[in-house]
């Protein structure tokens, strides 16, 4: 498996769905609900041109039968599930709902940001052959 950074799965999106992050965090900081954030980042992915929707409804299913839906916080380009927390700090539980929209959905790359006392970002991708 080739794991070079030139092989990464839409690095290109990704790189700069991350630099939004960082220019809403550098401009609000820490201190707000996720919602804030959120509605900030759809500015600045608007503004980049880069189509997202937010609150993007996906069901999961089990043998076949839908038994719930979540909505993701943004989805990009049909390509990428964004997951925003305003917390201390990322916790594993915040990988595994991540880990899980992402088994969920066709999706398979997933940005975790946190807009806490420090910026963090976890990516995550759940390749389709997989699921």
């Known amino acids: 498996m080739n794991t070079d950074y030139e092989s990464i799965k839409y690095k290109d999106l990704t ?12 401009k609000l ?15 600045e992915l608007k503004k980049e041109d880069i189509p997202a929707v937010s609150q993007s409804p996906i069901k999961v299913s089990y043998e076949n039968n839908v038994i719930g839906e979540y909505f993701t916080d943004i989805l990009v380009d049909d390509k990428v599930i964004v997951e925003i927390k305003a917390a201390k700090g990322l916790v594993i539980e915040n990988e595994a709902q991540l880990l899980n929209y992402l088994k969920a959905s066709n999706i398979e790359v997933g940005l975790l940001f946190n807009f806490g ?14 699921k």
């Open 117 to 130: 006392p420090k910026p963090e970002i976890k990516r995550k991708v759940f390749d389709n052959f997989r």
């Open 29 to 43: 900081g820490y201190g707000f609900l996720e919602k804030i954030y959120e509605s900030a980042m759809m500015i």
């Open 15 to 26: 790189e700069k769905v991350i630099n939004i992050f960082y220019r809403v965090y550098n």
